[in-house]
Structures are given as structure tokens and as C-alpha cells.
């Protein structure tokens, strides 16, 4: 079982949805990380949690540090929104980064 | 625009021979890590860089190797490239301990083993 599992593996919808994606970690860790990666290689950074809740524009992500849980949700999705979502944690006490497998998210005008 | 900057973009080389690709990180950071991205899979830590020390490693075999200079620019090496080192190699700076550890990423290498 991989340290960090993410659902879904991929993801379509409609312009303007809104969208969630979920990260389940089994290891103690210190931050966790959402990145976005478009074709192509670019990893852009869009969250580091340690803890609560975090806003950027239309991008909110939450974590549950008891629960090992952590979620990305985009309101109003635009096709400029395809990409793959990646979570990773950093694991407690190291410091190794543990990479989810990725979220392929397509919106569809 | 990214703050970091990775050569080459793209290379291919064969069986047997060596790598050397090159990671400048942004301003002010001090940490640099790096990870392998198989086509298709989640990036994997390779081994990361804190004031020119190896600080971290993956499972990676000693083959992989990295610098990192006084500048704060790395390297990775690999040895004796076998065919499933085809991969995106991404490298990530850090500022070491701050607040905010935003990691900000490479565009990555692309290296095909043929």
C-alpha cells in the first residue's frame, strides 16, 4: 500500500463545477503539499498545510491532521483548470517527500 | 516565471553512459532537492542538498549522485544508465526552515535511455 493515495485517479467535468480530490496519508508528516502539473513537466507549487484550511483564489485545501486526510477543491472549474493535482507529504522527522500518484482533472467547456 | 532554472531540457543517451543534469535554484534558497518522474507515476525523491550536504536520499542506488555548490546551484549524476532512467528529472528548491517552505520547481530534464 503506497504511504499517500489519492482519489480520484482521474477526473472529468463541466465548466464551472466544482471539483474535490482527496489525499490519504499513512505516515506521521510535517506539511503536505498540493502541486499542479500541466503536459508538458511544470510542477507549480499551490499549497504547503501543516494544519486548518488554506485559500487561493478559487482554490481552497484543507487538512485533517487525526484523520490523515487532505482534500483540494476548485470552485467554479475552467478548462484552464486541466491538469494533473499532486498531493505530497513530507514525512515527520525526514526529509523525505512522499508523491501521491497524481489526479488527472479535465474540465470540458 | 519559474526562480528555477534546469539543463538541459531534453537529452538522449544510451545504455552504459553517464548524465550530468544541472538545477540553479532560486534566490535565497537554500535547499535543493531531486526527483524522478516515470512517465505516467507520482515524482520520487531522489536525495536532497542542505548547504552543499547530502541530507536525504530515497531508494535510489548510489549510481545517482549529486553536488551542490556554494552558490547553491546541484547536480545530478547518474552512472552506468540503464534503460529505465528514462524519466522527467525534476529538481525543487527550498529556503531551509522558513515559515512558508513552499517548494518551486524546475521545468524539469527530460532524459531517454536508448
Known amino acids: 500500500k503506497n504511504e499517500v493515495e489519492q482519489s480520484p485517479q482521474n477526473l472529468t467535468a463541466q465548466e464551472g463545477e466544482f471539483i474535490t480530490i482527496n489525499c490519504s496519508y499513512s505516515v506521521g508528516i510535517s506539511a503536505l503539499h498540493w502541486l499542479q502539473q500541466h503536459p508538458g513537466g511544470g510542477i507549480v507549487s499551490l499549497f504547503m498545510l501543516s494544519s486548518g484550511k488554506k485559500k487561493h483564489g478559487r482554490l481552497i485545501a484543507t487538512i485533517n491532521i487525526q484523520e490523515k486526510h487532505s482534500s483540494l477543491h476548485i470552485t467554479a472549474s475552467h478548462p484552464r483548470d486541466s491538469a494533473v493535482y499532486i498531493c505530497a507529504v513530507r514525512i515527520q522527522g525526514a526529509q523525505k517527500l512522499v508523491f501521491g500518484q497524481g489526479t488527472r482533472l479535465t474540465i470540458n467547456p | 516565471e519559474t526562480g528555477v532554472t534546469q539543463s538541459p531540457t531534453h537529452l538522449i543517451k544510451t545504455r552504459g553512459q553517464q548524465v550530468t543534469l544541472r538545477c540553479s535554484s532560486q534566490?535565497?534558497?537554500?535547499?535543493v532537492s531531486w526527483y524522478q518522474q516515470a512517465l505516467g507515476q507520482g515524482p520520487q525523491f531522489i536525495f536532497q542538498y542542505y548547504r552543499e550536504e547530502e541530507n536525504g536520499r530515497g531508494n535510489f542506488p548510489p549510481r545517482f549522485s549529486g553536488l551542490q555548490f556554494p552558490n547553491y546551484s546541484s547536480e545530478l549524476n547518474v552512472n552506468a544508465l540503464e534503460l529505465d532512467d528514462s524519466a522527467l528529472y525534476l529538481c525543487?528548491?527550498?529556503?531551509?526552515?522558513?515559515?512558508?517552505?513552499?517548494?518551486?520547481f524546475g521545468a524539469g530534464s527530460r532524459l531517454t535511455v536508448l
Open positions: 534566490s535565497g534558497h537554500n535547499t
Open positions: 525543487a528548491s527550498r529556503g531551509f526552515g522558513t515559515p512558508s517552505s513552499i517548494l518551486t
